[in-house]
């Protein structure tokens, strides 16, 4: 029986009976792919389900954790890694995914633990390479490059290893499967087959997969939604320093981040991030701020800068966000312009959070406030100052969440003035800080005036 002919868009997956030019979903030009519509009478090979257990009689001790002893990597899973679970790692190309893959796996050999590396990029000769100059060499990895879905699943009965390891899901291929490697569906279907394995194995899998220039999972999306955890690995490549970020965990909080830096020997964990990303700050300048930004359970204190300067483009200034959301930045300005009558409208804003970092919680309002501010009217600030607030549409001053754990991080750094909202006076535990209380917006307004 002849098969029906199925065009998919490899952006977005959308699938059409005929070509066309431009995707009608994505509007991406010359994306679709044809393929053969797959063949609803063929049956594929499947092993005899598992009855239902109670959930009584399950030992949780399967899901125990594992530490590889790489600090910063085992805090952004949660604290290890879940057994039987599937994570993937996400990053732009030359950031590290690889070396840091190859370091978790030399670790797990030294615990006794069997990994089997695959890659669809590079040939054994060249991830050996690699391992030398990462001084890595354990007969408990084990290399297998450039082959087919159907391959890697017969040499996982084969070795039976305690961690697979797949660099990158979209090279692999399968002879089932119909679409062109890389594609949606092929992703799909390969993914979905790997995490079943996974699931009746009792494997660990790492997956890496390559980030679109959007900046998202190649996808794209379809693959954070299968699996236990999403990890992107960030950071340029002409710096030494790369973040780990957890967008999804289903084991451990989201948003945790772990730092690292690049050397001559690989990643090297950073003990204490705090003073790696306020090491080259400018004190004294005007327009900054410090803010202990919640990441995870983990507060690092993060300078944010901004940049307020006359536009040249007369009723049209530009705003401009990295690391904040572009949209409550021009919520905050409407809110200065309206409580405090500063005519930001004539003027061009830039905010940057410093070190890559990626702030998203209300609580940083009252600190990009103050550097919005201070920036305008050419103010020095006190360097000493952490500020945490968030701050309403009628210009009051919100409490926030974690002040208690935010506090005694600014502490261990060596920050004693702080600015707080006046509805959390009950968190003033030590006679030697300095704590001013703001209510609202023109208060705070007036005291950096003085």
Same mark, same amino acid.
């Given at each position: 029986m002849?098969?029906a ?6 952006e ?20 679709l ?8 009478t ?5 092993e ?6 109670k959930?009584?009689?399950i030992?949780p001790?399967?899901i125990?954790r594992?530490l ?12 290890g890694?879940?057994a039987h679970?599937?994570?993937?790692i996400?990053?732009?190309?030359g ?5 840091l ?6 670790l797990?050999s ?12 590079e ?7 690699? *391992? ?13 490059? @450039?082959g ?7 040499h996982?009965k084969e070795i ?14 399968s ?12 992703l799909?279907?390969v993914t979905?087959?790997?995490?079943e394995m996974?699931?009746r194995?009792g494997?660990?899998?790492f ?5 679109t ?20 690995f ?6 030494d320093?790369?973040?780990?970020r ?5 084991f451990?909080?989201v948003?945790?981040?772990?730092i ?7 990643l090297?964990?950073?003990?204490d ?10 004190s004294?300048a ?12 983990r ?12 536009s040249p483009?007369?009723?049209n200034p530009?705003?401009? *966000? ?5 949209y409550?930045?021009?919520?905050l300005?409407s809110i200065?312009?309206?409580k ?6 004539k003027s ?9 970092m990626?702030?998203?919680?209300? *609580? ?14 050419n @103010?020095? *600030? ?6 945490m ?16 754990t ?20 009950q968190?003033?535990?030590n ?20």
């Amino acid at each position: 029986m002849k098969h029906a002919s199925l065009f998919e868009c490899i952006e977005c997956g959308f699938q059409g009976p005929k070509y066309y030019g431009r995707c009608p979903q994505c509007q991406a030009w010359n994306s679709l792919v044809e393929s053969a519509e797959p063949d609803e009478t063929e049956v594929a090979d499947s092993e005899p389900g598992r009855a239902p257990q109670k959930i009584g009689a399950i030992d949780p001790q399967g899901i125990s954790r594992l530490l590889t002893g790489m600090d910063e990597f085992d805090r952004v899973l949660g604290g290890g890694i879940v057994a039987h679970s599937v994570i993937l790692i996400g990053g732009e190309p030359g950031v590290g995914k690889s070396t840091l893959l190859l370091e978790v796996s030399a670790l797990l050999s030294q615990k006794g633990k069997r990994v089997l590396y695959y890659s669809g990029e590079e040939s054994a000769v060249q991830i050996k390479i690699r *391992a030398e100059r990462l001084a890595v060499n354990s007969d408990d990895i084990l290399l297998f490059t @450039i082959g087919t879905l159907e391959d890697l699943q017969r040499h996982v009965k084969e070795i039976k290893p305690d961690f697979l390891i797949v660099d990158s899901i979209q090279t692999i291929s399968s002879k089932k499967a119909s679409s062109l490697s890389g594609s949606v569906s092929s992703l799909r279907y390969v993914t979905a087959s790997i995490i079943e394995m996974a699931k009746r194995s009792g494997i660990t899998v790492f997956i890496i997969g390559h980030i679109t220039k959007e900046g998202q999972l190649a996808g794209p999306k379809t693959l954070e939604h299968m699996v236990d955890a999403v990890l992107y690995f960030q950071g340029e490549t002409q710096a030494d320093i790369r973040l780990l970020r957890a967008e999804k965990n289903r084991f451990g909080p989201v948003n945790e981040i772990g730092i690292f830096q690049m050397t001559e020997k690989g990643l090297v964990s950073v003990k204490d991030p705090c003073q790696v990303l306020l090491q080259n700050r400018r004190s004294q300048a005007p327009g900054t701020a410090i803010f202990p930004a919640m990441n995870g359970l983990r507060p690092l204190l993060t300078e944010i800068q901004a940049l307020v300067s006359e536009s040249p483009f007369a009723g049209n200034p530009r705003r401009i *966000a990295i690391g904040f959301d572009n949209y409550r930045l021009s919520m905050l300005l409407s809110i200065i312009e309206k409580k405090l009558k500063l005519p930001f409208y004539k003027s061009d804003v830039f905010l940057n959070i410093t070190g890559g970092m990626i702030i998203r919680e209300p *609580a940083a309002d009252l600190a990009v406030c103050s550097a919005l501010i201070a920036s305008y009217k050419n @103010i020095s *600030a006190n360097p000493n100052a952490v500020l945490m607030g968030e701050v309403g549409l009628t210009g009051e001053i919100r409490p926030i969440s974690f002040l208690e754990t935010r506090l005694k991080e600014a502490i261990r750094q060596g920050f004693s003035n702080f600015c707080l909202p006046a509805s959390q006076r009950q968190f003033a535990i030590n006679q030697d800080l300095s704590v001013f209380y703001v209510e609202n917006i023109v208060d705070f307004y007036q005291a950096m005036k003085k």
